[in-house]
Nanobody, 114 residues
């Protein structure tokens, strides 16, 4: 049974940093892993993803501020978020691609405010 468990969310002041993590279990064959987010009243948007080879994608809104990485041995993906802004406030969801199926975590709340 595939499970994705996020951790590391919380409150942070504008300009601050936060690292969130997601550990996937149930398989050793996840290919692309990534993060999406959903703010209140908005659609879920892709933030970043990373392939097995290490190729990365970032949304324009986070390019240069966020860094995605993964530890394939641990089936864990990280999102280092720097220079956080109030507009980054959202529930952050981890995703992992296994074959043609995308699995999702339950989400972790990140709140940026003073």
């Amino acid at each position: 049974q595939v499970q994705l468990v996020e951790s590391g969310g919380g409150w942070v002041q504008p300009g601050g940093s936060r690292r969130i993590s997601c550990r996937a279990s149930g398989s050793d064959s996840f290919t692309v892993m990534g993060w999406s987010r959903q703010a209140p009243g908005k659609l879920r948007e892709s933030v970043a993803h990373i392939s097995l080879s290490g190729s990365t994608y970032y949304a324009d809104s986070v390019e240069g501020r966020f860094t995605i990485s993964r530890d394939s041995a641990k089936n864990t993906v990280y999102l280092q978020m720097n220079s956080l802004e109030p507009d980054d406030t959202a529930v952050y969801y981890c995703s992992a691609l296994l074959g043609s199926t995308t699995y999702w975590g339950q989400g972790t709340q990140v709140t940026v405010s003073s």
